[in-house]
């Protein structure tokens, strides 16, 4: 182990490491409690491909502008930590799916219903929603998950 601590300090610097450290615990504690918070508040057909999404639609276009602007930087880093957290502590995946929601970019709808489609993520979350007395999700068909086909034997 100190072989392994000595190879990384000749790269990065101690008090980079003890930084990232602090980040990690910090990304960590905000995801467990921002995830929740922001998947139970969401509309139960928000994943729904076929449901439109319209967003400050009725607002002034510089509000627009900069509305747009703040979620996709707000989303971006939501993505950048998921995305860290796969290697660090914390709810990775359903991190990067905020972020992935929240970015602006051809075909996004589609890649947030594979996101969730996956059988363990969507009932992570609809056990969350169930808890707090929100409705499960609801998918279009063709991004609906596969049943469980395995048998008892």
Known sequence: MDGLLSTVQQYVSTDTLIW????S???FIGTLIAIPFILVRLPADYFD????RPWMQDHHPVLRVVGHIAKNALGAVFLFAGFLMLFLPGQGVLTM?????MLDF???RNIEAKLIS???VLSVINRMRKKRG????????EHKPEPNLRTES
């Open 20 to 23: 990232l450290t602090a980040l």
């Open 25 to 27: 615990f910090v990304f």
């Open 49 to 52: 491909v076929r449901v439109p």
């Open 97 to 101: 799916l905020i972020g992935i929601s």
């Open 106 to 108: 051809p075909g996004k």
């Open 118 to 120: 996956q059988p363990t």
């Open 134 to 141: 929100k409705p499960p999700l609801v998918l279009a068909p």
